[in-house]
């Protein structure tokens, strides 16, 4: 008995679906076979504001019911063209499987030859692929965007929900001075603040200028290092879904990047305000009268960086 599934039909337009979708119909009732009217389900994929088809797809007159997501071959595959449900099912499979590794690494009793031999058969093979749909996303942004000197090595995926944040941090001299933070899911605003150490320059000159015990030369280089320092303000990012942020230099470097620890966040003065007010389609969770957004879904976001120096055979066994 001859077994079909996960068979998909794909066209530009719905009369195109329809069509395929008879003829297909008609010649499995030729041979014998017969095709589900409950089980067969169609999505229309919205990749584009052009596409505005609202009319349903039909088998043999009656209509089959829409769906809007569809997993094929192990991906999940959305009608917005989304693809955070595809990135929270390996997150949760990734973990699922971690889980199980951890049991043979910190169990005491196995021997150390095995462990060894696990880590370089399974552990170690799964740290270093990279899927292809992740690689398609670094590749494009290295290529359109030209900041990175070399193809990116390292993509940091973390899933935050509504009420988390992120504690105010830098990311430290191990990677290349660039970063780009792809965001999907729940939108958010980002914090960037000034580093410490500046505001601690800052007012040592300012008292230092007060005692006026300098040359005319040194005030000078003083008073150009002080307007340097005092050019560095807090300010915010609105991070929508779908969004891409990169940031480098002085932003790498000399400040503190985090996010607050609550459900509101106000977007009130952030940089990018007027291009996130003139979108024609608003976020849900977005209020433009109140400046606000009221977080009701998980946040994923893909830290994209370039590791300067990479060590192999870091662990031995």
Known sequence: ????????????????????????????????????????????????????????ISLDGVGIGASRKFRYLGSIVQHEGDIEEDIQHRIKAWWVKWKNATRVIC??????????????????????????????????INEETGLFPSPINHVLIN????????????????????????????????????????????????????????????????????????????????????SLLIFEDSAYSDYLHGIKDSVMHCFDGV??????LNQKEPDPELSRDLKSIQRTTNRISLTCRLVLKVHKNLFKF
């Open 1 to 56: 008995m001859l077994f079909a599934d996960d068979i998909v039909l794909v066209d530009e337009h719905r009369e195109g679906v329809n069509c395929k979708l008879e003829l297909w119909r008609q010649t499995l009732e030729m041979k014998g076979f017969k095709l589900s009217r409950t089980k067969n389900e169609y999505m229309h994929c919205r990749f584009s504001n052009s596409s505005n088809q609202s009319d349903g």
């Open 107 to 140: 169990d005491g009793k196995m021997p150390i030859k095995l462990k060894g031999k696990f880590y370089r058969t399974v552990i170690r093979p799964a740290m270093l692929y990279v899927p292809p749909w992740l690689m398609k996303v670094t590749q494009k």
């Open 271 to 276: 940089v990018n305000e007027v291009e996130v």
């Open 159 to 242: 899933e935050y929900l509504p009420n988390q944040g992120i504690m105010p941090h830098q990311d430290g001299p191990a990677y290349f001075p660039v970063v780009a933070i792809l965001s999907l899911g729940s939108p958010v605003v980002m914090d960037f603040t000034p580093h410490s150490r500046l505001r601690a320059c800052t007012s040592t000159l300012t008292e230092d200028a007060k005692e006026e015990r300098f040359s005319y030369g040194n005030i000078e280089n003083e008073k150009d290092k002080s307007s340097d320092n005092n050019n560095h303000h807090p300010f915010s990012v609105l991070l929508m879904p779908r």
